[in-house]
């Protein structure tokens, strides 16, 4: 079981039950069965009728502004043309050759990371593989080992540690290194691939912050340089959405005066390939989305199909995965509904029938439930079952027990939740991580994603159900306290139960920024209990390792500056205009 110390408290993982009987199922015939039980309900209008004799909040979320036509004609055509995929092809070559013609060490460091940063390391992986390996080898001989080349020396570690090398901490500032703009970005990057108890590397931080808020007051002559810097201060790249921030690192090394025309050119060319193929996805999606009709006939849950599409890109940014995405869609959307039912419209009657009927995972059970809870039930039901149904063909593994489990335990969070609000209980801030690590659905998210990206192995599986494996839980207690900072305030306003800020103020004393401010460090410390669980020895793969930092990722940006899950208006339409919709012009 994850657990840890944080100040005056620890986290505790949350109790799993055990033992789950098998089940035989045809996910097909129950997709047909609810479609066409939705259409009857609607038909009838039993919801709204039901409704008028119950109180019920509202939170008064606004339509989706991404409807079902636009989504359709969604087309680059970057895949469909032959003479995009042969450019491609030739361009990759080239950079290949790079690696084999590029002789200094600090060279093939800077080359590995341009081409991390704009997207295009999942072609390279075997290059960079073997150069990162050949480094860690001659670290003694390489020029990082010059300590007074502050920028190679954090770059090399920056890198060492991003792909799971063991080396020692870096983080000595000398005078010398006050005006170097460059090393000092580098290593206040390199800071956050820190781990517990590195304290050179937590000082060096705060040093390099304050120099390079001077270097951005009294150096304006490097124009790049300055926009990474004011770039990483605002957020850093370890903790960036990689295909957003490959975006962005376009437009930004095209200003860069010693550009490599070969690389920005296959930038451009492969980020509106992979483009192409996300709108495949997402038409996929769309589709699946208004064939189950969640969206229109549970008019009080948010229809955010767009939203969680953004969340499985940002979880599975391997462009090659498109069936990962789609299915942790569905499961993004299914958790978006069944966590409005629980937070926003169901009475704590409705709940406890609700979660009863989850765990024990029987269609019958429905004769119980509201019409509403009906039709959520049979979506959830049928597409988890089909999910299964589609493993178990797959790679001959049942894992229907470990999905009614994660299911099973994230209504159980919901409801307890549901039992504070209602009693009207401000849990200690132990007390509510306890059981808000789980209502994340963080859980529930990567262990749907587990099965999607994964070649699943008896040992994986048996260390999922067993344990939440710390990967599991540090990334959901980031996306939970991310979440909590974003999001609280106006959750409040509608009448909500009390957020880790609220909890840490009631029961400290604290205000409402000194509170804001410890959870920001319980966010720091869970990314440094994730740095060591990408250097351990695990059952995973680094792929499934990687998807569940960038689930930690996703929940950054999407509450960055608020609710961008719910309100998808302000930044959250620029990000999707800039991922699914509008391509890059190809350089002349």
Known sequence: MASCMFNSFSICSFPIQSKWKRFSYDGSSFRRLFVSFASRCEATNKISVEDNTVIRRSADYHPPIWDYDYVQLLRNDFVQDESYKEQSSKLKEEV?????????????????????RLGLSYHFGDEIKKTLKNISIERG?????????????ALEFRLLRQHGYKVNQVGDIKASHNQDCKGLLNLYEASYHSLEGETMLENARKLAAKLLKQCLKENNDHQYLLMLVE????????????RLEARWFIDVYEKKEDKNPIILELAILDYNIVQSMHQNDLRYASTWWKELGLGKTLSFARDRLMENFLWSVGMINTPQDGKGRRIQTKVNALITVIDDVYDVYGTLDELELFTDAVERWDINEIQNLPYYMKICYHAL??????????TLKEQGIDVLPFLKKVWTNLCKSYLLEAKWYYIGYTPTLREYIDNAWI????????????LATDLITEEGLHHIQKYYPDIIYWSSIIVRLTDDLGTSSYELQRGDVPKSIQCYMNESGASEEEARDHIRKLIDAAWKKMNKDQMAKSPFSYTFIEVAMNLARISLLMYQNGDGHAIEDKETKDRVLSLFVNPISLPK
């Open 381 to 390: 039901y049928n597409s988890v079952n089909e999910m299964a149904f589609d």
């Open 439 to 450: 209502s994340i659905s963080g859980s529930v998210m990567l262990g749907h994603s587990y």
């Open 231 to 242: 770039h990483a201060l605002e957020l850093p790249l370890h903790w960036r959405m990689p």
């Open 96 to 116: 290949r050759m790079m690696f084999e013609n590029v002789v200094d060490p600090l060279e093939k460091l800077e080359l590995i990371d341009t081409i991390q």
């Open 141 to 153: 001989s390489t020029v990082a080992s010059n300590k007074d080349n502050l920028y190679a020396t």
